[in-house]
């Protein structure tokens, strides 16, 4: 089956539409990419990056994946985060769930659903540390977003804990790891308040 071939006339109008209101900006892109910004997000099509934070293309370097799970054994993630560290030396890593998440929902039941249930054993650990919190919840959307929390902030942890990170801290660095949650019933980020910015912020057997 062929792709709909109106997705290129889309592009060639949105890239004429681009043109026009700023005639340098195909021009500029090209030459480097200099983001502040890596984003660790979820594979969602309802999540895009750039558009929630009202980012150019170029100012957020990204990766996504099934509920924004950071695993260190993940060639795919760890090869992202060293290069947004030591090549283009971003300031910030954002690790980003979402309320309404269909992986944290799958990871909260007992079904199969195939190659993506060693991937949601991650999400089920997070459940396995927290659970009578998280079963003491009164509703099921409770307890997903509550999972969606503590998933996030897990996974800022395993953010920090990477040799990458501890290393650009090292080198006296400036590099901070965040976690946020995005509404998609509204539109609106959440600040989970947490921040790590030096190795002292995370647990003695982790620091390199």
């Known amino acids: 089956m062929e792709i709909d071939q109106k997705l290129f006339k889309r592009n060639r109008e949105w890239a004429e539409k681009v043109r026009k209101e700023d005639p ?3 021009k500029r892109l090209s030459g480097q990419q200099k983001p502040e910004f890596l984003w660790i997000g979820c594979s969602d099509s309802r999540v895009p990056a750039n558009q929630i934070v009202a980012l150019e293309p170029g100012e957020v370097f990204v990766h996504r994946n099934i509920a924004n ?12 985060i060293q290069y947004a560290v030591e090549v283009l030396e ?3 890593i954002i690790v ?3 309320y309404g998440c269909g992986g944290v929902s799958a990871a909260l039941g007992n079904q199969q659903f195939g190659l993506i249930d060693s991937w949601l054993r991650h999400i089920k650990d997070v459940y396995r ?16 977003n509550l999972l969606c929390e503590l998933n996030v902030i897990e996974q800022v942890a395993n953010v920090s804990h990477t040799t990458i990170v501890q290393n650009a801290w090292k080198k006296g660095q400036e590099l901070a790891i ?3 949650v995005y509404g998609i019933d509204d539109g ?4 989970l308040s947490v921040c790590v910015n ?5 647990e003695p057997i982790f620091r390199m």
């Open 96 to 98: 980003c769930g979402h």
């Open 188 to 191: 609106i980020l959440h600040d």
């Open 69 to 80: 799970v950071v695993v260190h054994s993940d060639l795919n993630c760890m090869s992202v």
């Open 90 to 92: 971003v300031k910030h």
């Open 178 to 180: 965040h976690g946020w």
């Open 129 to 144: 540390l927290h659970r009578n919190k998280i079963d003491s919840c009164k509703s099921d959307k409770e307890r997903q």
């Open 198 to 202: 030096n190795p002292y912020k995370i």
């Open 24 to 26: 340098d900006f195909f």
